[in-house]
């Protein structure tokens, strides 16, 4: 089983920057794939951006790409994974939610509780 705690959410005004962080534990890593989504209000979970932590190809939304980049910090004991977010837009603003899953299928099963961004105008 795999834990994942996420954690650099907060208040920015649009066009700033936030960096997301997600520690994770319990396994191995190297078949997993690590992934961010968010969730804003009245909508569903959407996909933002993976990262497959054993070559480190990485995977946006078209809606993030060229503004947000994902990345991963594999030393050992130090399983995490960062999601770089700038030019932030009031559209960004929702519930991040790092996640862990199979690295072929880009298939998402351990989540985390979730961290707020909020952009404002």
């Known amino acids: 089983q795999v834990q994942l705690v996420e954690s650099g959410g907060g208040l920015v005004q649009a066009g700033g920057s936030l960096r997301l962080s997600c520690a994770a534990s319990?396994?191995?890593?190297?078949?997993?794939?690590m992934g961010w989504f968010r969730q804003a209000p009245g909508k569903e979970r959407e996909f933002v951006a993976a990262?497959?932590?054993?070559?480190?190809?990485?995977?946006?939304a078209d809606s993030v790409k060229d503004r947000f980049t994902i990345s991963r910090d594999n030393a050992k004991n130090t399983n995490t994974v960062y999601l770089q977010m700038n030019i932030l837009k009031p559209e960004d603003t929702a519930v991040y939610y790092c996640?862990?899953?199979?690295?072929?299928?880009?298939?998402?099963?351990?989540w985390g509780q979730g961290t707020q961004v909020t952009v404002s105008s």
């Open positions: 996640a862990a899953g199979d690295s072929d299928t880009l298939s998402f099963r351990s």
């Open positions: 319990g396994r191995t890593f190297s078949s997993y794939a």
């Open positions: 990262i497959k932590w054993s070559d480190g190809n990485t995977y946006y």
